[in-house]
């Protein structure tokens, strides 16, 4: 059983463009969550998604940042416009029933 | 609003010493307490989860207990190795909640 899955490790955006961080959760895992690690800071959640589900984004920027988990397909993060502050490691983790949650390598995302 | 600290933030030691991580939290209505190892650019390696009605858990050299009460967990590792040199994370989850809170985590070096 392959484990949570993230594309791409690194990604390199000029500010003002979108971004776009996947996440393939670990097989028979409905529930995804999002959080963010800034540099020298610790992780932050941002979003809680169960398919075609929104349930908590008490952590998302109001702003520019949108997330989404198909019925079909991964979890996708998304980023508009992005700006230098955006810059931090991206992570995602999965879990069968809201139980023990297992984290994904992470997307690392420079914004120039 | 849950907070979470680490103490201490930063740790160097010698090889085979037995060490204490501490983690507290401020809302002790907590469902359960997890324990996570970062090693740089990587992503996060689940150590022990302790649920809110246990005291402690175990595994191998790692030790890990929960004082829901005083809103307290330590991380205990026994005969320290080089390779336990990493960042070492606690995480909250409440009872009404998916999300973990995160505290900003301890950084230790164990040296040869």
């Known amino acids: 059983n392959a484990g949570v899955m993230q594309n791409p490790r690194h990604l390199v955006r000029r500010r003002g463009q979108e971004a776009r961080l996947r996440c393939s959760p670990m097989?028979?895992?409905?529930?995804v969550y999002w959080y963010r690690q800034l540099p020298e800071e610790g992780l932050k959640f941002m979003v809680y998604l169960q398919k075609e589900n929104i349930i908590d984004e008490s952590g998302m920027p109001k702003e520019r940042f949108s997330a989404e988990f198909p019925k079909e397909g991964p979890s996708i993060l998304r980023i508009q416009q992005v700006v230098r502050g955006d810059s931090a490691a991206y992570f995602c983790?999965?879990?069968?029933?809201?139980?023990?949650?297992?984290f994904g390598p992470g997307t690392r995302l420079t914004v120039l | 609003k849950q907070e979470v600290t680490q103490i201490p933030a930063a740790l160097s030691v010698p090889e085979g010493e037995n060490l204490v991580l501490n983690c507290s939290f401020t809302?002790?209505?907590?469902?359960?307490l997890q324990w996570f190892r970062q090693d740089p650019g990587k992503g996060l390696t689940s150590l022990l989860l302790i649920q809110s009605s246990q005291r402690e858990q175990t595994s191998g050299r790692l030790n890990a207990s929960l004082d829901k009460s005083s809103g307290r967990s330590t991380l205990y590792i026994a005969a320290s190795q080089p390779g336990d040199s990493a960042t070492y994370l606690c995480a909250v989850r409440r009872g009404d909640t998916d999300k973990l809170i995160f505290g900003t985590g301890t950084r230790l070096q164990v040296f040869p």
């Open positions: 983790a999965s879990s069968p029933i809201g139980d023990t949650q297992y």
């Open positions: 097989k028979g895992h409905s529930h």
């Open positions: 809302d002790s209505a907590i469902y359960n």
